[in-house]
């Protein structure tokens, strides 16, 4: 059970801004304008994204527990191609080399998350702590402050321990938040004079409902209808323990921010003037994006998933909602948590009415009674969900600008895929999906939204859970068939760093020749990755990487063609002398 403590005076002033500042979204606003020429204010901080299982490898090693994923992966037909995170980027063992990455990019912030088994192999802490792991994460901090990137860390980003799934039930189970908390005050401990940002869960919203509804990742369970409310229940609840437990216990000391990390897609209306399509826009986005933002800022789940559960629960004969409620006490806790508001956004979906019997049995989709539609004109150049509709980022931006006081907000995720099979290094659609999207971020800051940071997803190519290695979100290139997992800069990685650089886009014509520019340094690289003579070299140096594979490849060649003219002239002169 959360304490409840008297709140602060700039907590309370905090929650009386937001209650003041909330205002009704205009859905009918169009929003849709031409390129924005500007940069962003001083300080806007720029980096880029990873995550522990998705990078670091290193499953087995030095002490490390095993995580939900660990034990989802190995089992046969849950990933595609039946691959595994056993070894992905080899981050453990790399993360000097990626750091000097990041250094070379210039970035201000990296995103990374800390494993939950790595530290703690059972997931409790009066058990083992392990100082190997503990002693990584420190590594790596040190590192990164030394070349001036600021860390951000996420405490949750999906790998639970085992244990916790196997003898409590996971997130179905309350006591999962108290060890949580447990974990995360280690962390505040250990790391917590050098981290100053933290983000307790990244995108709840995909651990409850791919996790416990459709069982699509760890820990793979089908609980249609119940499982999904009951672990963000917990989730919510956890939240605000460590927000709590780091106010009281160490925010005097180490002055830092704790927030969350939610990622939602933006739902527009098929026609904003009909009010059935409003509606289920407005249901779409507030039973992903408002079903943990709700709790956070408002003090409880917004009142259309209480009516809608609540209602179809009913009719299918429960005394009670699936959806379940929080106490008093609870709801004046988790409200005003959250110093910041971390938000991770991909993708857009056109939404509009569709009635779902309750016969048909409880489900989360059923619940919310829409249907998704997507406009076949959109890019779709990777992920099958994934469509590039840039203007659906400052729709969302600005709705949670209503919604939630203008919190301020840091974009924890934005990026895109490629297909498996795409080998292509000058990777045109991301260049242009990254100067897009980002420059409705900037539209969406001149409009008063309170975006103080950007971080791109992802580093790296990484392990992308169900569907394994097959797409690859990364800005650099890894070759996962190498012992060396090597890196190999795409274009946008020089695309990326003009943004950072220039803080925006300062003109047009220099924004031009930014592509122009970066493919220009991709298109001898990227002939040789095309002609599979990457594989198994190191990237230390990706340019002299490339001289050396020139050479291997260039000289033997040459030399070869010396000999055969020499033998053909020899051939010559006999001849003659016959």
Not at 506 to 525: L, Y
């Amino acid at each position: 059970m959360l304490q409840r403590r008297p709140l602060r005076p700039l907590q309370l002033l905090a929650l009386v801004l937001w209650a003041s500042a909330q205002e009704d979204f205009d859905w009918t606003k169009s929003e849709r304008t031409s390129f924005y020429y500007g940069t962003f204010p001083t300080g806007f901080s720029w980096g880029a994204g990873s995550s522990a299982y998705q990078t670091e490898g290193a499953w087995n090693v030095d002490g490390k527990g095993m995580s939900i994923w660990d034990a989802f992966a190995h089992k046969k037909g849950k990933i595609y191609s039946n691959d595994t995170g056993d070894s992905s980027c080899d981050g453990y063992h790399k993360f000097k080399d990626d750091v000097t990455l990041m250094k070379d990019m210039k970035l201000n912030h990296y995103r990374f998350s800390i494993s939950w088994p790595r530290i703690l192999p059972s997931g409790l802490k009066s058990e083992q702590i392990n100082e190997k792991g503990i002693q990584y994460y420190d590594d790596l901090i040190n590192m990164l402050l030394d070349n001036k990137v600021t860390p951000i860390v996420t405490l949750y980003h999906w790998d639970l321990p085992q244990v916790l799934q196997e003898k409590h039930g996971g997130w179905q189970n309350a006591s999962t938040a108290n060890h949580f908390n447990d974990f995360a005050d280690l962390c505040f401990e250990r790391f917590g004079s050098k981290v100053k940002n933290w983000i307790t869960f990244n995108n709840p919203w995909s651990v409850a409902v791919e996790g416990y509804e459709t069982g699509e990742h760890a820990p793979g369970l089908k609980l249609k209808g119940t499982g999904a409310y009951r672990a963000a229940h917990n989730i919510i609840k956890a939240h605000a323990q460590v927000w709590h437990s780091y106010d009281t216990k160490w925010r005097s000391r180490q002055k830092g921010l704790v927030g969350i990390s939610l990622t939602a897609d933006w739902g527009e209306p098929v026609d904003v003037t009909n009010q059935k399509d409003v509606e289920a826009a407005e249901r779409f986005i507030q039973f992903s994006l408002g079903w943990f933002a709700s709790p956070l800022f408002h003090g409880d789940y917004p009142q259309v998933m209480k009516d809608y559960i609540g209602r179809k629960s009913g009719q299918q004969g429960l005394g009670a909602s699936r959806l379940p409620v929080f106490s008093p006490q609870e709801r004046s806790s988790i409200k005003g948590s959250c110093d910041f508001l971390g938000l991770g956004h991909f993708t857009t979906r056109y939404v509009t009415l569709k009635n779902f019997p309750s016969g048909l049995g409880e489900s989360y989709f059923s619940d919310r009674d829409l249907a998704e539609l997507v406009d076949p004109r959109w890019p779709d150049p990777g992920s099958e969900w994934l469509y590039s509709v840039p203007w659906g980022f400052r729709r969302l931006l600005n709705y949670v600008k209503t919604q939630y006081g203008n919190p301020m907000v840091y974009v924890t995720e934005n990026g895109v895929s490629e297909k498996m099979l795409c080998t292509d290094l000058c990777d045109d659609w991301r260049m242009k999906y990254f100067k897009d999207y980002i420059n409705e971020m900037l539209k969406a800051v001149k409009d008063g939204v309170n975006v103080k940071g950007y971080t791109a997803w992802s580093l790296l190519d990484n392990f992308q859970w169900d569907e394994g290695f097959s797409e690859r979100f990364g800005l650099y290139y890894v070759d996962f068939r190498s012992k060396n997992k090597s890196r190999y800069p795409k274009a946008s990685v020089q695309f990326y760093k003009r943004i950072i650089s220039s803080n925006g886009f300062p003109n047009q014509r220099e924004v031009e020749s930014w592509k122009r520019k970066a493919v220009e340094t991709c298109s001898s690289s990227n002939q040789l990755l095309a002609a599979g003579t990457m594989v198994n070299k190191s990237v230390s140096n990706p340019l002299i990487g490339h001289m050396e594979m020139v050479t291997e490849i260039v000289v033997p060649t040459v030399s070869t063609l010396c000999i055969l003219l020499s033998a053909v002239f020899l051939m010559f002169l006999l001849r003659r002398r016959v």
